[in-house]
């Protein structure tokens, strides 16, 4: 993080009316916000404008902030309750994220990876590529975990879910990233050979 | 019961107890298949935590700003919660009400024997406060009015619950 000021005393100078500590809070959050509502949207398009979304409800109600949790914890609340209402928007009938919009997801996904397996790609990548073809449950818990650095009780309090539920999703969520990431590799492999 | 998967993370995230804790650091010098599986989470963990979240577009910021920039700022909102006005309207809504009790209890027979709710309606002179349907009107008005500013207010407390 470029800036070393801390999340709670920008907030401090936005309410004491430094609009411009605002867009520091924006710049350090951006990404995370950006690739959590691209794990429930897909189209870079959508998950920019809810994440643009999430930053102006941030903005209007950060007075009402009472600092029980990290800012971190609240912003992704703000963040899994507006992807929520999106996708509940555009789909009506499928609210459940564990759908199968997913798996025909995962099966384009993997039609663009056979397009272009003649491109070398680090182990690093293709993890990010087993991701992309994730469950938006299981990517969404992957992200907060990992990039978004919550804790279990903290996913617990953003998505609503018990903790030991939010647990178990972890567990699943690396155990299927793991089997993709197999068929991924493998998949390299057999395509090299050829 | 656990996999052995399900250990070997628990393990990594350190939320086991000791006595898994050491159950799995024997297995890992006694086992080399879980010693392989092992490895590969961690593999997994390091990827994971270094992995780069995906950029929005340059503008993303400049967008949010020039949004903000449109609307009122943090700190209005703050004033327009005047504790003022919350503390007015809550003296306009216990002012009728404290007359009203005043007014019943001076018009309360103390003696014995008179204490039911019944006696207590047909005791008290409510003509004397100008006219029976006026006052009955006046009721009715404070009653909706309460009703409205205790729903605005549930509603306020239940939006910020929602986001803390």
């Excluded at chain 1, 993080?1 to 520091?24: H, K, N, Y």
């Excluded at chain 1, 650095?149 to 030991?164: P, V, W």
């Excluded at chain 2, 799995?24 to 270094?50: C, G, H």
Aim: proline share 2%; charged share 25%.
């Amino acid at each position: 993080m470029p800036d070393q000021a801390t999340d709670l005393a920008l907030i401090e100078s936005v309410i004491a009316g430094d609009q411009q500590c605002f867009a520091l809070l924006v710049k350090r959050y951006q990404r995370y916000v950006f690739t959590v509502a691209l794990n429930f949207v897909k189209q870079r398009e959508d998950a920019e404008e809810i994440a643009q979304d999430c930053f102006i409800k941030v903005y209007r109600s950060l007075a009402t902030f009472q600092k029980q949790s990290k800012f971190s914890t609240w912003l992704y609340t703000i963040v899994y309750y507006t992807c929520m209402t999106f996708l509940r928007k555009k789909q009506p009938d499928k609210i459940s994220m564990d759908d199968e919009e997913n798996f025909l997801q995962l099966e384009n996904k993997e039609s663009d990876f056979k397009a272009n397996h003649a491109e070398k790609k680090s182990r690093t990548e293709y993890l990010q590529l087993a991701m992309k073809m994730m469950l938006k449950d299981d990517a969404m818990v992957l992200t907060l975990f990992y990039q978004g650095e919550q804790s279990i009780e903290e996913i617990s309090k953003i998505t609503g879910f018990e903790a030991n539920t939010v647990k178990v999703k972890l567990h699943r969520a690396r155990h299927r990233l793991r089997a993709k990431l197999e068929v991924i590799l493998k998949e390299e492999v057999r395509d090299l050979i050829h | 019961m656990k996999t052995i998967e399900e250990r070997l993370w628990d393990f990594i995230d350190g939320t086991c107890t000791t006595d898994e804790k050491y159950a799995i650091e024997r297995s890992l010098q006694s086992d080399p298949t879980i010693k392989a599986l092992y490895a590969e989470f961690i593999y997994i963990n390091q990827n994971l935590k270094v992995a780069e979240p995906d950029e929005p577009s340059m503008r993303f910021t400049q967008n949010v700003m020039d949004k903000i920039a449109l609307e009122p700022a943090t700190k209005a909102l703050q004033t327009q919660i005047d504790k003022r006005i919350i503390n007015g309207i809550a003296a306009l809504l216990l002012a009728p009400l404290s007359v009203l009790l005043i007014f019943m209890f001076t018009q309360l027979q103390w003696s014995e024997g008179k204490w039911n709710f019944s006696n207590l309606l047909s005791e008290i002179q409510l003509h004397k406060l100008g006219g029976g349907v006026l006052f009955e009107a006046a009721i009715v008005a404070f009653m909706v009015t309460a009703l409205f500013v205790i729903d605005q207010v549930l509603q306020y407390r239940k939006t910020l619950l929602t986001y803390e």
